[in-house]
């Protein structure tokens, strides 16, 4: 008689629906199933079925995760690259580090109903109600995109990514500017006027439970933007914020101005 250790591992080995209904939800036909179900292995799954941790490895998705973490690298900024083409390098490079996060690679997966499909050891199983890792699902899609490259080339891998960049790419961005004025406000000084924003917090008013704080900004001896908030950091923001409206009214954005 089979132990269920040989069960689960000969189970493994055969073709089994999931993968007809994950290529499904990909959205890619497969040439070669064994590589979408890799991209869909945790190293967890393997250990239970492999004594061996070498060729656990080879068998999980790790591997696949690493390919794929270059290919949407390359991707994206290529994206970008097109998408936005008079933005400088600094803002691409800010623009990308919004777009690819763990949170909206493991958001991907989930919209992909990847996190249905796994093959997950006991260990990584959810909890009954709830979601599994964003880790697990982050790394998942990085190998399912590496598993793409490898069995149908970059043009499908393309296609697959911008089908996603798509629908949040200008909504991500805009988010990501508005969080980090005090960024961006760096990055122009920087690039432009080759001055460090300078903050001091000018003035706190309010009862102790409900403080309210205003911050000013300097460019270099000008003061160029004050800001009211709940927070120290509140108030710098808006204070950066205002400070790049100005600049912009004034044409710093565009030609490299004296102050």
Do not use: C
Request: charged content about 25%; aromatic content about 6%.
């Amino acid at each position: 008689m089979m132990t269920s250790l040989a069960k689960a591992r000969e189970a493994w080995q055969q073709p089994d629906t999931r993968l007809q209904q994950a290529a499904g939800r990909i959205g890619v036909r497969f040439r070669n199933l064994e590589l979408l179900r890799q991209s869909l292995t945790h190293l967890s799954y393997v250990n239970e079925l492999s004594p061996h941790l070498r060729d656990a490895v080879r068998q999980s998705n790790e591997r696949l995760e690493f390919l794929g973490d270059a290919v949407l690298s390359l991707l994206v900024a290529e994206f970008l690259f097109r998408r936005y083409p008079d933005a400088p390098e600094g803002e691409l490079t800010a623009y990308r580090t919004a777009l690819v996060r763990t949170q909206t690679l493991a958001r991907w997966a989930r919209q992909l109903g990847l996190d249905d499909v796994l093959y997950l050891g006991r260990g990584e199983q959810p909890e009954p109600g709830r979601p599994v890792s964003e880790r697990i699902l982050a790394g998942a899609f990085e190998a399912v995109l590496g598993a793409i490259y490898l069995d149908r080339g970059i043009g499908v891998a393309r296609r697959f990514l911008i089908r996603l960049l798509e629908a949040e790419a200008d909504e991500r961005i805009s988010v990501h500017q508005e969080a980090n004025y005090k960024g961006r406000l760096q990055e122009l000084t920087q690039e432009r006027l080759h001055i460090t924003p300078v903050y001091r917090t000018i003035a706190v008013s309010g009862p102790a439970h409900q403080r309210t704080f205003t911050a000013e900004v300097l460019i270099g001896e000008r003061p160029l933007g004050v800001g009211h908030g709940p927070s120290k950091r509140a108030a710098e923001q808006e204070a950066a914020r205002r400070a790049i409206e100005r600049l912009m009214a004034e044409g710093v954005d565009r030609d490299h101005g004296a102050l």
